[in-house]
């Protein structure tokens, strides 16, 4: 049975950092591309970053690159998502997820497992 099981969230004040972590088991870990996505209340759920399965390729959406960070540590089954200057806007619950594309996608398609997420508030 596959989990992803994200971590690391909470309350942060603007132009503060958090670290995501997602923890993998059930799958060959290094097979997988991996990515973060969010939703906040009332949108609908967006991509964030995606990291390839070796590590070497990433992705991020136009409101993460500069900011945010995506890595993985194949060793550990677990990726990252450093996030830095957070706004208010980032506010959203954050879901990694795992995709057979091995490369990385931002399409949610694209992507066969989903954690239950984890909540990141950024205050004002």
């Known amino acids: 049975q596959v989990q992803l099981v994200e971590s690391g969230g909470g309350l942060v004040q603007a132009g503060g950092s958090l670290r995501l972590s997602c923890a993998a088991s059930g799958l060959t870990f290094g097979s997988y591309a991996m990515g973060w996505f969010r939703q906040a209340p009332g949108k609908e759920r967006e991509f964030v970053a995606a990291?390839?399965?070796?590590?070497?390729?990433?992705y991020y959406s136009d409101s993460a690159k500069d900011r945010f960070a995506i890595s993985r540590d194949n060793a550990k089954n677990t990726v990252y998502l450093q996030m830095n200057s957070l706004k208010p806007e980032d506010t959203a619950v954050y879901y990694c997820?795992?995709?057979?594309w091995g490369s990385g996608s931002s399409l949610e398609s694209h992507y066969e497992y989903w954690g239950q997420g984890t909540q990141v508030t950024v205050s004002s």
């Open positions: 990291v390839g399965w070796s590590g070497r390729k990433t």
């Open positions: 997820a795992a995709s057979q």
